[in-house]
């Protein structure tokens, strides 16, 4: 049972524009989100979080939005660059005193010059 | 930042083979570890905590005598796959915390057993 999903494998956006990943999940005790950015051959790289008790949460190009009535959040990337171009996790922190996080498939962005 | 490195980066090695990676937290102190296993393009799946001082906890499905976890002191755990078989190939990876920070990454090993 895939507790954590992305639905779309891959996204391609111009250069310039904005990059919009989504992530579904379905279990509403999930507290604490987060958004990794993998390239090939090196581990997942941190880039932004957000509580389940905001609906939003900014850092310079990247906002991530939670709707916790749909179990939705998505990253937007704005402008996208080519060097975003990497292949995106979402990722739930389980119930709060455990620190397991539940990943999502992954999303591959290609940002296209 | 906080630095996790991870060794080997790469194996390649018979059946029937035992193999050891290590999980190594750079800069900072971790009680808790954590290892994952990736299958191409799917999920990074947790498969086990690992708890320095004790015994690791498993998740439902990994078995504790294929993949054995040790976690010495607070910068190191390791992950040993007894008698690997090719199905055990996958990338593994593993994370460590520091305090009130998010999970952070080794850059995995990728397991190849012929």
């Known amino acids: 049972d895939q507790q954590v999903k992305q639905n779309s494998p891959s996204l391609s956006v111009q250069e310039g524009r904005i990059s919009i990943l989504n992530c579904d999940y379905t279990n509403s005790m999930f507290d604490y989100f987060l958004w990794y950015k993998k390239y090939p051959a090196e581990g997942p790289t941190f880039l932004i979080s957000i509580s389940s008790i905001k609906d939003k949460n900014e850092d310079g190009r990247f906002t991530v939005f939670l709707n916790k009535s749909a179990k939705h959040l998505s990253l937007h990337i704005v402008p996208s660059q080519p060097g975003d171009s990497a292949v995106y996790f979402c990722?739930?922190?389980?119930?709060?005193?455990?620190?397991?996080?539940?990943f999502g498939t992954g999303t591959r962005l290609k940002v296209l010059a | 930042g906080a630095v996790v490195s991870q060794h080997p980066s790469r194996v390649i090695c018979k059946s029937g083979t035992s193999v050891k990676i290590e999980c190594r937290s750079l800069?900072?102190?971790?009680?808790?570890m954590f290892w994952y296993r990736q299958f191409p393009k799917q999920s990074l799946m947790l498969m086990a905590t690992?708890?320095?001082?004790?015994?690791?906890?498993?998740e439902q499905g990994v078995e504790k005598d294929k993949f054995l976890i040790n976690h010495a002191s607070l910068t190191l755990s390791t992950l040993t796959v007894t008698s690997a078989h090719p199905e055990d190939s996958s990338f593994y990876i593993c994370?460590?915390?520091?305090?009130?920070?998010?999970?952070?990454f080794g850059d995995g090993t990728r397991l190849s057993i012929l």
């Open positions: 800069d900072f102190q971790a009680t808790t």
């Open positions: 690992s708890n320095e001082g004790s015994k690791a906890t498993y």
């Open positions: 990722a739930a922190r389980g119930t709060s005193g455990t620190y397991k996080y539940i």
């Open positions: 994370s460590a915390s520091p305090a009130n920070q998010p999970q952070h």
